[in-house]
């Protein structure tokens, strides 16, 4: 339903929906929280999720519960088919996956999440589980950072990296990077590490290099999430640009990028706005002279521009930056391409 309609998306989140399927994607879980252990996510949990759920007239009226009802029985007695691993596990897939779909471009949903040890949560799951609850652990994450990524408040108070939970998520999604080679784990791992370019500092020095590595994966999808999240890391948005750049030159990020242009037939549009921005911030580098990026712009600009108008600025300058510091160089750029 939330998929569906982002009008009843919203509403799910005001009838405080959200807790509860927190409450019950943690049942067993150890997390740094004494409300969220183990221990208390236990039936009693349930019982007192079930209250809680009773309080909402919409979801009253949906999950209404009396003494002959099976959901009744389900949350007030200990029966055999709570503790089956089996429907534990379907119960977290479904709780995830109506996380996912709940976050999903919603800043109230999101907010409710983070606001508990929902993030915290995600992590433990995306390092412990396998195949469709990390997948869908992993999606959800990726949302929350999207809806971070254009709201600063969040962001701030969320996913600021000093926090245990946001610590946790990147060190989850650095693991999956690093240690993954699967593109649908890949992506939202890429993605969610892009969408929080800004909240990293430069003495988180782990990010650059595995996200350079995977412009050389042999799926070209992910060679491309690869890319538009390095180019957050070098947009002029992000107060560290220029560092950011550096560092990806010196992970050699110049060649992988100029082999994924050269594999991918496909619009090439985010590895060459990367690569505008790489020529931006580096004033003088041999690394882009000897791979002859500016060949590779002007070519660009002529087959690109007609079709992306909106990245003329860009192209223009990234070629004049280049031309500056490539001492008796002539580019002759034709009118009709910038």
Sequence with gaps: MAEMDSDVQEEFGKENVIRPLVMLLCVDIELDDTKLQSGSTSIHSLVQINKELSRSPLLNHT????????SSMTL??????????ELKLDLRISCANALWKLSKGCLLNSRKITETKGLLC??????KEKEELQINCLMAVMELAAVAESNTELRRLAFKPSY???RAVLEQLLRV????????LLIPAINSIGS???TFTMKETR??????TQLGHRNSNVGTEAAIALGKFVCPDNFNCVENSKAIINSDGIPRLMNLLKANGRDQVHELVLLCYLALNIDKDKGLEHARVLNVLEGAARSVLPRHPELRELFAMAIHHLTLYQAGVHIHIPAHAL
Aim: hydrophobic share 35%.
């Design 63 to 70: 999950l209404h519960t009396d003494s002959n009802s099976s």
């Design 76 to 85: 007030h007695k200990k029966d055999k088919g709570i503790e089956s691993p």
């Design 122 to 127: 995600l992590a433990k799951l995306i390092e």
């Design 164 to 166: 245990p939970a946001a």
């Design 177 to 184: 990077m690093n240690e993954s080679t699967s593109p649908t």
């Design 196 to 198: 929080l370019a800004r």
């Design 207 to 212: 990010i650059i290099g595995p996200l350079v």
